[in-house]
């Protein structure tokens, strides 16, 4: 009888040679797939760093644009503000003019507006010299005339004295009401 102990180591050491073939072929493959996979992750990585780098470009680029509409924004809201505090203001000013002006036109050519008085609330009061009788019916006429008083100045009219001085000239004492739904 004969043994053949070659035959069966070689095709014990055939098997182990596949086997690992088969290892050295599957840690490759395996090796390979991390390699691409790390790859791709690096090049994904790359770029998405350049798409941020362009985004904050971009958003760079935004801000100063907004930051300069901003500042103009905040200009022409003070400037609003301003304009609209002036006008507020404008409004609650006592209208010592408008008043003065409806007094003189009340009042013949030739008299003299000696005194203006609005220390009383609601009420102007007047001293008017007048050079003779003519001119003092002239003013009595302005005053009675309903139609001489512009709407929304004053609601009465009345007059507290009027006396002859030695120079025979008048002196008026009047006092005017103001409409209580006007402004001041």
Known sequence: MQINLIGKKRRGQGSK????????????????????????????????????????????SASVAISANKEALAEYVLSKHILDKMSTLKQEN??????????????????????IDFTIKGWVAASVTLPNTDSLKEMERNLSDVTSLSPGEFASIFS????????GQYNAKLHFEIKTNDRN
Do not use: H
């Open 17 to 60: 040679n596949w086997f690992s073939i088969l290892m050295i072929v599957a840690f490759a493959v395996l090796g390979l797939y991390f390699l691409v996979n790390t790859a791709y992750v690096m090049i994904r990585l790359t770029q998405i760093k350049r798409e941020l780098q362009k985004v904050d470009r971009e958003i760079e």
């Open 94 to 115: 006592f209208r010592y003019k408008d008043y003065l002006d409806q007094v003189a036109k009340l009042m013949p050519a030739n008299a003299v507006l000696t005194n």
């Open 160 to 167: 507290e004295s009027v006396a002859e001085d030695a120079s």
